[in-house]
């Protein structure tokens, strides 16, 4: 065991309270944990499908590129998936944008809104007049993220026509979270057709190995169709129409190999082909090219390489799957593990296997160099673009789990948004920068009705920096984020409004709160935001003080005088605008953000914990549960954690809710429209970092799980959280 404790005690804060920072950094823990067979526990969740599922697709990828295939292990049947978990090739890279033929401009899509006592320009999203709406529909659809392309089987009846899901027979598909290898059996027309699939570790590179007799009568092929991309909400991938839109060409072919060049208004990429034996690629049609391997073998490998680059990275099936074999090995034998092996609550199991497959598919979504977007590397929802008020639940978990470095992956994006944030907040009238919440993958402005007024995310680099710091506390971490932390404190504090007449600083109007029910032209001092605010402005005067700074001083004044927390007949409330927080039944539903307050956030001189216990018991009994989204049972834990109450930390992240659901593949279920949800999955593995490893200040082993019995927890690798 390795221990190194740090503390830094006392800090004055501006407001006259001592605020103590206590970093702890411990490995190996708990201490009377005996060591975790990791092997063992993952491989007890090893995904099993029997039958064609629209919502049992499975995955396989590397934080920057992910690859999903149906039953028969690769993407056969892209059209009948299209409603469930589709059958998406998506990269970090792949990114388009429809001609701009309007020469459409974020400008026009501005609306001003009474704010901080002037008007305020906010880039919305507009319905009328028409060159307004047509604006905005413009830059919310644009850029958007592409489906790479489609790798299937192209399976041959005995009649030579094609088949169908229905033909695919006794399947037996698993997906083994260790290896990252999904394995494929299934009959079709009674023979026997066997797939093994992976992804490589570092490289854009999916291979697949076929074995059928199948493929001595030529009744396998290999299919590599290429779509156009949608204007529309959602991309499944399967845009087959618009084939005059787009261009796709074989450019270089032998009888082992080949290129493609898809082109896309302004955007290209490539797709590389390489295969075992002998075979030959044709077009069969516009953008759809199917490999016939010879007849003289019934095993095929091959694989296929999505570049931007024209010229193919050298691989086989043997080194990417080598490489996929000990990528996933040194994930899982790296940073944070539990076993729940011997508890007798009947949730155990369950718990532990989201858990596990949470890991799995946050790793292979999540951990590139761009803020994920909230259904990963999959689909597109809201165009493909990610939300940065989410980046918070796709990647603290990654260093509360001892896997800091795949949370810093997409920090020095920031850099990136950085150009754009100081434009908002000047354009606002506001210091610093402000950080969109919908964007895209060089930090663009969106327009939005709702996204514009949101401000929970700008705290959250903070937050994200100073986890970094705390597991490298070295001035190389305090000088390569220190402009981001300052940059986000001079917005956050000239926005903070001074009322004169309250002699406090208060939040709005001008905004929308986490709980996005309340209008924002009405919304001032949402109670989380407050918290969030005092929170993460301390933590920036503490930057300064490790970097031999002295305070600043109209961050300190923002500080010590602002608003408390809004609270009505002993209970925190949503807002201080809502004094019906708990009697408007619209006020009900939505996130229950008040309890982010403490759960989300530690305990900070601004809260009272005996108020946000009540707050808790009043949220319980009177929220519409069934309006809510994946990350709020999480949160709910984590509240019920800092609150010493372990029983409804355990029922709250296991509330028997729709959007509480967790697929066969390991998927956060939401609806018909989000199949997937990943903030869901991130969100559970904080939670569950929360329950084991505890707070700072916190005393108590595993305070998230109750002490009657129930519960066998080992685990080790955590981090404490504030």
């Not at 530690?602 to 990350?631: C, H, I, N, S, Y």
Request: hydrophobic share 35%; net charge positive.
């Amino acid at each position: 065991m390795r221990l190194i404790l740090r503390i830094e005690y006392p800090i004055k804060t501006m407001t006259n309270y001592l605020f103590k920072t206590l970093t702890l950094l411990c490995f190996s823990l708990p201490i009377f944990a005996q060591k975790i067979d990791r092997k063992a526990v993952v491989e007890r969740h090893i995904v099993k499908i029997n039958k064609i599922d629209t919502l049992a697709s499975l995955s396989i990828g590397n934080g920057k590129f992910a690859f999903t295939v149906d039953a028969t292990g690769l993407q056969t049947f892209p059209d009948y998936y299209a409603n469930g978990v589709p059958l998406g090739t998506q990269s970090e890279w792949g990114w388009h944008s429809f001609p701009n033929t309007g020469n459409y401009k974020i400008e026009e899509t501005f609306k001003d809104l009474e704010s901080h006592g002037r008007k305020v320009l906010y880039a919305a999203q507009w319905n009328e007049p028409k060159r307004k709406k047509e604006a905005s529909d413009f830059i919310r659809q644009n850029p958007h993220r592409l489906q790479l392309g489609n790798v299937g089987l192209e399976l041959y009846k005995k009649d030579n026509s094609l088949a169908s899901p229905s033909d695919i027979q006794n399947i037996n598909q698993t997906l083994n979270p260790y290896t990252g290898e999904i394995k494929s059996h299934f009959t079709f027309e009674g023979t026997s057709v066997d797939v093994l699939t992976y992804c490589d570790a570092k490289n854009d590179i999916i291979t697949a190995k076929i074995q059928s007799s199948l493929l001595k009568t030529g009744q396998i092929k290999i299919r590599l169709r290429l779509a156009y991309p949608t204007d529309k909400f959602i991309d499944a991938g399967n845009n087959w129409v618009n084939a005059d839109k787009h261009l796709s060409k074989i450019i270089a072919s032998s009888n082992t190999r080949a290129s493609i060049n898809h082109t896309l208004d302004k955007d290209q990429y490539f797709v590389h082909l390489a295969w075992t034996n002998a075979g030959k690629i044709s077009e069969s049609q516009a953008h759809y090219f199917l490999l016939e391997p010879s007849k003289n073998s019934e095993n095929l490998g091959f694989t296929c390489e999505f570049s931007e680059k024209k010229t193919p990275i050298s691989s086989s099936f043997g080194n990417v799957m080598n490489s996929s074999v000990l990528g996933w090995k040194q994930f899982w034998q790296s940073g944070g593990a539990i076993d729940l092996a011997g508890s007798t609550d009947p949730r155990a199991n369950e718990l532990e296997r989201q858990i596990i497959l949470s890991e799995y598919l946050t790793k292979l979504q999540c951990a590139g160099s761009v803020p994920p977007q909230e259904t990963g590397l999959t689909y597109n929802s809201w165009f493909g673009k990610p939300h940065l008020e989410m980046h918070w639940w796709h990647g603290v978990h990654f260093a509360l789990w001892g896997r800091v470095d795949l949370l810093e992956k997409s920090l020095a994006w920031y850099n990136k948004a950085l150009p754009t944030a100081r434009i908002i907040a000047k354009r606002q009238g506001f210091e610093g920068a402000r950080w969109p919440k919908m964007t895209d993958n060089n930090g663009g402005e969106t327009s939005s009705s709702v996204g514009s007024y949101l401000i929970w995310q700008q705290p959250h680099i903070i937050t994200f920096v100073e986890l970094v710091y705390r597991q490298k506390p070295n001035k190389q971490t305090l000088e390569k984020y220190k402009q981001l932390v300052f940059e986000t404190a001079d917005f956050m504090t000239s926005f903070a409004d001074f009322d004169k007449q309250k002699g406090k600083y208060i939040l709005g109007k001008g905004i929308i709160s986490a709980q996005e029910r309340f209008k924002p032209e009405d919304t001032f001092n949402p109670t989380y935001e407050l918290n969030y605010w005092y929170q993460t402005l301390t933590i920036a005067q503490i930057w300064r003080k490790r970097l031999g700074m002295k305070p600043n001083e109209k961050w300190q004044h923002v500080i010590d005088n602002f608003s408390p927390l809004p609270q009505k007949n002993g209970v925190y409330l949503a807002t201080e605008n809502a004094q019906d927080s708990y009697t408007n039944p619209k006020y009900l539903t939505d996130h229950p953000a008040v309890l982010c307050t403490l759960g989300m956030l530690p305990e900070t001189p601004m809260l009272d914990k005996a108020t946000m216990k009540r707050t808790f018991e009043k949220v319980w009994e009177l929220w519409d549960w069934q309006d809510t989204w994946g990350w709020d049972f999480p949160m709910v834990s984590m509240t019920a954690t800092r609150l010493d109450m372990p029983q409804k930390a355990i029922d709250g992240l296991m509330m028997p809710i729709r959007t509480n659901t967790y697929l066969a593949n390991g998927h956060n279920f939401q609806d018909g429209r989000l199949r997937l949800y990943l903030p869901g999955n991130g969100g559970l593995l904080t939670a569950v970092a929360l329950m084991c490893a505890g707070y700072d200040g916190c005393q108590t082993q595993t305070p998230g799980f109750p002490k009657d019995g129930t519960w066998k927890v080992k685990w080790e690798g955590m981090q404490k959280f504030f």
